[in-house]
């Protein structure tokens, strides 16, 4: 009998000139030597757990279930907040507590949660001050993708630090929502929801107000208008995302991770 | 008796801050665990077809035959543009039909291509309008690291998009070729091969023109010309390239992607 | 039995854009399936040993024994510069020979060294003159994690190439030092050591001139000063490092790698 090696995930802001990121992994190998490691990303803007959560709720259901997502945006590292872990969807979350883990649990409840204190299970009973990925994080990851039961890996708790979006405000009129992430390609996602668009927009046509533009063309895919062109679409994450057929719609619109979107249903009725 | 795993590599324009990349390793890890994942890069140019497929022909060889090399440069997401998998030199390649592969057969026909149209193969039958990579070209590229014939993986074709570099042109006085990509060095890569630099150049000198300079020198490595001065050299993959030694031929030269480089051969003979 | 894969790690200037480091990882994988590769960073400056000497540094006891830790930073390529490897602390290490493992060893012997110097453990016995880390530094890193003795990689030699940082300059009022790296966070490493700085400190108070600014908290975690205050602390290295509780001492005090960092000692005793 083969078993599947376990997957961990790592997320940090930790970028990857400095070797940072390496130890955490040097660590993990030298206690499962057979787990699975996948970078999500290093390039969280220094210490925006905002962002680290939103690329973890846009990325943890393509991995299987049993994987344990490590990850490390920690501005208050060595002060009082705790370390945890938490048992969600079939998946295992390790980190601070510090909201990062808010938007994968979408006001959810988590099957289990453990304050990770016990030191016996760390890189050395005296971690440093500065770097918990290494000395705390990555050796509890590393044995929870052993097969440690997460109720040993520290002490069972219902406390968890929450941060949220600010929802869109929505009438019959229209929706009024944010732009919460722009990818490389300048393609700018919101917080309004396929489903919150369907329900409300019933059979009227939509505007949208983007930045310098009001965008009309609801479409499927990018290459659905011209060139240049903006347009709404529902991506993969079925979010609403304002992008522009081989271009930036960050640049050509004049929009950024805060700005405001603006829908309005219009009173004609779609054919 | 041990199966070596299957390798696959990754080259896209997804850059690594979003996790779209992350995506499409755990669609991979999930269905194929014991594979080998390797990334080529994903900081290509956004929809930049032609630098993908430099850097795929200058890598594809270094890895063993039997690897399955998933790219995704796709401006044509979603539309009709068809998604493809072939059979060259030993390797499967998977991704868009939009000329990513053409550097890599240069001008030869592949053994085998295959249309990918079975959804039954992919993530989902209804996969994202804006996401194959993740919905269609991930899964199918683990099947066939698993082993799935590439017959198997679709419908059988021989149609193939294709795209091409300007060829040098050259007569007996000389060669005019192009810049075709810049590295990290600022080391300026020609599209001028050793091949066609010996046959016309016979026992004459060379002179380079290019950009602000004339460079007369054809070394064997940057350590063969002092420090800050310019050089031809031919490089790794058997192609002309323009460097300086300890520093950036882009910078010092003022070259670019595109760039001229005009060779002419003098009548002095080699001693 | 099962016999634990050994590990690679890798550290370039070769940044990720041009598929260097994918051939290096290529050509490993083709001769050794089952290796761990795992990247410390690709973004050492272009040629700058030092970094690269001080990132390993920081890194390397991360891993576990018998780890063999790839580095290629390597103006001199194709001159008559050595190819190396050795070992040390229990780690085999492999690179050119131009001081890159200097910081590892700091100046201590290691236990072995090699001169590579044999054709028939390369990719081919001629190798490009410009791209050593595919074709020499890869396979015999790839035959070292194999189980090859050190011995048999080459000749063995003691001549090793050195480089050292400057050493801080102490007497009873107080330390001179630089600042030898800045992180990604702006976080200032100094080349003072904890045991340096208690030795000479004995129970006196410190006062620290670093940039445009004398900061005079020890701590021991970033958020032991508020936001946006300045703060000497003992890293997870055991070096002393300016930091600026949620912010960047980089650019809060404009300080940069080489600048000076003058510790005084003053009278009053620590309670």
Chains 1, 2, 3 share one sequence.
């Not at 130890?23 to 206690?31: E, P, R």
């Not at 760390?122 to 770097?131: G, H, M």
């Not at 390609?185 to 019933?202: H, K, P, S, V």
Request: hydrophobic fraction near 40%.
């Amino acid at each position: 009998m083969s078993i599947t090696p376990r997957i961990i995930t790592l997320t940090t802001d930790f970028g990857l000139q400095d070797g940072y990121v390496a130890a955490m992994k040097g660590v993990i190998l030298g206690m499962a030597p057979d787990v699975r490691l996948v970078d999500i990303t290093h390039d969280v803007p220094a210490q925006d757990i905002m962002t680290a959560a939103f690329v973890l709720l846009r990325t943890y259901r393509s991995f299987p279930e049993g994987s344990v997502h490590l990850a490390v945006v920690d501005p208050g590292v060595g002060s009082a907040r705790r370390a945890i872990a938490l048992e969600h969807d079939g998946h295992t979350f390790i980190g601070p507590d510090n909201g990062l883990f808010s938007l994968v649990l979408s006001g959810q409840e988590p099957q289990a949660i453990a304050t990770l204190d016990k030191p016996g299970l760390w890189r050395a009973p005296q971690p440093s001050t500065t770097f918990h990925g290494r000395d705390i994080f990555a050796p509890v990851a590393a044995r929870l993708a052993m097969g440690l039961p997460l109720i040993d890996a520290g002490t069972e708790t219902r406390e968890l630090g929450r941060m949220s979006w600010a929802l869109p405000i929505s009438d019959h009129e229209g929706i009024r929502g944010w732009v919460v992430h722009v990818d490389r390609f300048g393609n700018c996602i919101t917080n309004i929801t396929r489903q919150e668009l369907e329900r409300l927009r019933e059979r009227r046509d939509v505007k949208c107000y983007a930045g310098n533009t009001i965008v009309s063309h609801v479409v499927n895919t990018y290459s659905d208008v011209s060139e240049g062109e903006p347009a709404m679409l529902i991506n993969s994450q079925e979010l609403l995302e304002i992008a522009v057929n081989s271009g930036s719609a960050q640049r050509l619109l004049g929009l950024e991770r805060g700005a405001p979107i603006n829908i309005l249903f219009t009173e004609d009725l779609i054919a």
